[in-house]
């Protein structure tokens, strides 16, 4: 299983940014999926995860109201759309899926991780 990400960039705070995810070999319809984010300097951060066959979601208190995680089961994606994004939002953000797990919990054991995406929120 491969995961392959896609977006992030530049964007002036207040904007918006959309990445998305997709895995090769399998599809990310029947799994767990998060969007984990790195800055440097700071430790790994969880900032959304998305269940599979049941609406649990959960975000991280420093995104709520402002991201949205969901999938889109035409191109069978996993999206995280940010929007009026921030300066601390900067970093490396990474989708990653537990292949055992269907809903998200502090149980879950993410062990297949995307490339990663920079995405640089600054004016």
């Known amino acids: 299983l491969q995961i392959v990400q896609s977006g992030g960039g530049s964007v002036q705070p207040g904007g918006s940014l959309t990445l998305s995810c997709a895995a090769s070999g399998r599809t990310l319809d029947l799994y767990v999926v998060a969007w984990f984010r790195q800055a440097p300097g700071k430790e790994r951060e969880e900032v959304a995860c998305?269940?599979?066959?049941?609406?649990?979601?959960n975000y991280a208190d420093s995104v709520k109201g402002r991201f949205t995680i969901g999938r889109d089961n035409i191109k069978k994606t996993v999206y995280l759309r940010m929007d009026d994004l921030k300066p601390e939002d900067t970093a490396v953000y990474y989708c990653t899926t537990d292949v055992d797990r269907f809903i998200c919990s502090p149980e879950v054991e993410y062990d297949y991780w995307g490339q990663g995406s920079q995405v640089t929120v600054s004016s």
């Open positions: 998305i269940s599979s066959g049941v609406p649990r979601i």
